[in-house]
Nanobody, 124 residues
Framework: QVTLVESGGGSVQAGDSLRLSCARS????????MGWFRQAPGKEREGVAG????????HYADFVKGRFTVSHDNSKSTLYLQMNSLKPDDTAMYYC?????????????????WGQGTQVTVSS
């Protein structure tokens, strides 16, 4: 079973940057679809970004495009989310997810593995 652990969250001011990491507990050469989701208080969980670890073009939600960058280091089995120009609306618990590419990247129903989440708080 794949275990995911997020880190890198924190409390920052608007305009600041954070880099989130999602590490898999055991290295694997198996290609996966992975993504970042977030959930703010009182809101539904929403997709932020996603990619296929075997290569290709990453996907982004419109509300983060141009500010966030998702990447994967195959040698370290780690997914990253570089977040720049953070806004108060970005405040949420951010979750890393992984699965066997069963559907649309933003559809959280087919992801098999989820991390515990890391909190991001952006103050104005």
């Amino acid at each position: 079973q794949v275990t995911l652990v997020e880190s890198g969250g924190g409390s920052v001011q608007a305009g600041d940057s954070l880099r989130l990491s999602c590490a898999r507990s055991v290295f694997t050469t198996t290609t996966l679809c992975m993504g970042w989701f977030r959930q703010a208080p009182g809101k539904e969980r929403e997709g932020v970004a996603g990619l296929y670890t075997g290569g290709g073009t990453p996907h982004y939600a419109d509300f983060v495009k141009g500010r966030f960058t998702v990447s994967h280091d195959n040698s370290k089995s780690t997914l990253y989310l570089q977040m720049n120009s953070l806004k108060p609306d970005d405040t949420a618990m951010y979750y890393c997810a992984a699965g066997t590419c069963g559907g649309s990247w933003y559809d959280d129903s087919w992801y098999n593995y989820w991390g515990q989440g890391t909190q991001v708080t952006v103050s104005s």
